[in-house]
């Protein structure tokens, strides 16, 4: 949800922010744009679309300079035209500011600076928040102890309800950028001679492996040569600089034609890395070092309650139903964005779980911070090393499978699904779980990446499927038990990323109003496992032939479907029921992956979308 990038060095900065901004374009593509400090001035470049149009427009334009910042947007306030792209400009031409996040008492600010004479281009919440610094810039006096224009930031902030990264410039501070953050991500890179501040590690990884992930209230001060520090209340904060564990080449396509298409190839080995020292020695459980929560504590909890939003949402559907399954201990999920206002009555045992592959998604670190102002611990199940949700959790446990850069989710989702697995699992395990039970249990859990694999080998014929039927406009997917989460994953991968019209329902409750919409036009992708359910799914799979629906179907090898029954019959390996969801998932995104594609659409960036919501 808008990308920001910021460079002080000796190199040109306008190359290397525009290279940090190509790379965070996940976060919002609405429009982009770069200011570089020239003297004692700033030179401007911003337009709307991508990057690379941003790129190509500025060629003539040489934008020289060794600091500056820029911006990819995701619009929230105002629409997408050029003025309300960012870099933002106050109107006495002092100050320059990109933003990520939302200046929530901005028309009151607007108002009071009116009358103090300042004049606004745009409809941003941004450019009122850069205007107001403006302001407080020329209030501060010229001979103060320290920086004027820190000071002057400082002040600013105190007066801003919302949330923000910001990055600004200050046309009297040649090689200067001062940097805050308060509820959007913010990284300092510190690296050979040169620093660079953006949203995201991505962006910086290709120049520095070193960072200083910030926290909210904290204000970094960059000049060419050091940098401090500081809190909103002038307190100095010591940096503590870690090392990012992955480089470049994790954050680029390779081969591959789409970050989605790597991601999704990518599962086997993402999967062996969540997994990876995650068992114990006897093999009968899963071990998790992060947790901090003695397993005589976990042994008391009486209910789990799953909090996230999207794909991580439809992992907590699944954690659900093996937790339950397993562990028999009750679990409840809720979207993080309707949790905090639900208010719901907790048990005094209760714990939490937050589910986030960004870790910066504002619905489920606001509903975190509402369940730990409650007095319980919250535990997160996140991606981003150093994200806000991460730092803000009690304890947690990292999915460790590297950038995931295509917006639509994927490999963070079944390595989502696979953590949730362990969980029921070790808790499993605490209760009535037999050690027998445990050594099939994890056996199975750790030949899931080689049936991805396997699984994997179905793209040719599932590219052949969706060429087939890429120019529908409406589909089902449906399962049961933990396929109904599959089937709702299917759906949303669908309509993220192609426009098409999908729902995802549990098999038998289709006949409860969506086989209204069955017809030659619409197809059904059914997710049918061996067990239990396989009768109960066959008849629903009959109902939708009797209405002359076409079916697609994602089925166990065992499973014997009556002759003419499904159009497409697709095998997936039979598998333990802790693993299925995960390997029933693959299919469902193959597919939609090679119906956008079919489609010429574009794949890793879809129209409206963001990957990380910090928005509300
Ligand atoms: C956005 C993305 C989804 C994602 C959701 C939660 O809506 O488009 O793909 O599942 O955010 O993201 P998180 O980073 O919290 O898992």
């Not at 090689?175 to 590690?201: F, T, W």
């Amino acid at each position: 949800m808008c990308g920001i990038v910021g460079y002080i060095g000796k190199q040109k900065a306008s190359t290397i922010i525009l290279e940090g901004l190509k790379r965070l374009e996940y976060r919002g593509y609405d429009s982009a744009g770069v200011a570089t400090q020239v003297n004692g001035g700033f030179e401007l470049a911003k337009k709307i679309g991508r990057v690379d149009g941003l790129m190509k427009a500025t060629r003539a334009q040489k934008l020289p300079g060794t600091t500056g910042i820029g911006h990819t947007r995701w619009a929230t306030h105002g629409g997408v035209t050029d003025a309300n792209a960012h870099p933002h400009i106050s109107s006495d031409q002092k100050i320059a500011m990109i933003h990520n996040g939302v200046i929530e008492n901005y028309v009151g600010i607007k108002k009071f600076l009116l009358t103090k004479g300042y004049t606004f281009q745009s409809e941003t919440d941004t450019e009122v928040l850069c205007n107001l610094l403006a302001y407080h810039y020329q209030k501060e006096p010229a001979n103060a102890e320290g920086s004027r224009f820190l000071e002057a930031v400082r002040k600013t902030l105190r007066h801003i309800e919302g949330t923000y990264g910001i990055a600004v410039m200050c046309a009297d501070c040649p090689a200067e950028i001062v940097s805050a953050r308060k509820g959007s991500p913010l990284i300092l890179g510190v690296g050979d001679g040169e620093y660079m501040l953006a949203s995201d590690v991505s962006a910086i990884i290709s120049r520095t492996q070193n960072v200083v992930y910030l926290k909210d209230g904290e204000i970094v001060h960059l000049t060419a040569k050091n940098f401090t520090i500081t809190t909103l209340e002038s307190e100095d904060v010591s940096p503590v600089i870690d090392k990012v564990s992955w480089t470049i080449e994790a954050a680029e396509m390779g081969s591959y034609a789409h970050f989605m298409e790597k991601e999704i190839f990518e599962q086997p080995l993402a999967l062996e890395n969540t997994m990876r020292g995650r068992f114990s020695e006897d093999g009968s459980t899963a071990v998790f070092g992060g947790l901090n929560i003695s397993a005589i504590d976990f042994r008391q909890v009486d209910r789990f309650h799953f909090i996230a939003c999207g794909s991580a949402w439809h992992s907590c559907l699944v954690a659900e139903q093996l937790i339950e399954r397993f562990a028999r201990v009750p679990v409840e999920v809720d979207y993080a964005s309707e949790f905090r206002y639900r208010n719901i009555p907790l048990s005094k045992n209760a714990l939490f779980f937050a589910i986030s592959q960004s870790g910066e998604t504002i619905d489920t670190l606001a509903a975190m911070r509402e369940a730990q102002r409650k007095g319980y611990k919250v535990l997160a199940i996140n991606n981003v090393v150093g994200s806000t949700i991460a730092r803000e959790a009690d304890g947690g446990v990292y999915q460790h499978v590297g950038p995931e850069i295509g917006v639509a989710s994927t490999k963070a989702f079944t390595s989502q699904l696979l953590v949730g697995a362990m969980l029921a699992l070790y808790i499993g395990r605490m209760r009535d779980m037999s050690f027998s039970s445990g050594i099939e249990y994890v056996k199975a859990l750790k030949g899931v990446p080689d049936l991805v694999r396997e699984t994997l080998k179905l793209a040719p014929q599932i590219k052949d499927i969706a060429n087939r039927y890429a120019h529908y406009h409406d589909f089902l997917f449906l399962g049961r038990l933990t396929l109904f989460p599959v089937a709702l994953e299917g759906a949303l991968k669908l309509k993220e990323i192609s426009y098409i019209h999908a729902e995802g329902y549990p098999a038998a409750e289709m006949k409860h109003g969506p086989i209204a919409l069955i017809s030659e036009q619409c197809p059904s992708v059914f997710l049918v496992s061996s067990g239990e359910m396989f009768n109960k799914v066959l008849s629903s799979m009959q109902e939708i032939k009797a209405r002359k629906g076409k079916i697609i179907a994602i089925v166990s090898a065992n499973c014997e479907l009556p002759e003419g029954l499904a159009d497409e019959v697709i095998r997936i390996p039979e598998c333990h029921e802790a693993a299925l969801p995960i390997i029933a998932t693959i299919p469902v995104q193959l597919l939609s992956y090679y119906i956008t594609v079919a489609l010429k659409l574009d794949v890793d960036k879809p129209r409206n979308l963001a990957k990380s919501v910090t928005v509300e």
